[in-house]
């Protein structure tokens, strides 16, 4: 999948949006029109962000295996915390370690993907 794992722009699109679609969504009234279908939205730049995060693991993963595997746990930790604090939000319960646990695990795996080697690497 050369469209894939050319370069990471299909990656770091994925995610800016689904970041950008989840902010928008957890700021909407609950039980809003909108906020319902953001959501929708949302969950489908989580299959683009694994699925574009997978096909670089698959294929750049041996370089670094376990830095790589790590990138791979935070990513899928951010895409948890985001739906943490949806779900949180959803049943009036305070969301705001939650919002916390998204900022540190957003932090960590930007800064481990830019330090990884394929892509931009700024460090
Ligand atoms: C919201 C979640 C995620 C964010 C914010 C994120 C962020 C990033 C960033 C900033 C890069 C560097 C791009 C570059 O160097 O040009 C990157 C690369 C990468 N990401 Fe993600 N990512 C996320 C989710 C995932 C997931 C779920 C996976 C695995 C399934 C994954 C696997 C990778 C891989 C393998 C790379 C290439 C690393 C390299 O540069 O060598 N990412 N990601």
Redesign the pocket.
Known sequence: MDLLTN??HL??FS?VV??IVFLIAATQPLDSKGRKILKMVLRVFYIL??G???A??IK??S?DAAL?GV??L???L??GM?EMVLARQAKHKPAQLFWILFAIS?LI??G???H??????LF
């Open positions: 370069s990471t990656h770091i995610w689904g970041i962000i694994i574009t995060g997978l670089l693991f750049y993963m370089g790589y990138k791979f935070f990513g899928i951010t895409i985001m957003v795996t930007v481990l993907g830019f990884l080697p394929f892509g931009i690497k």
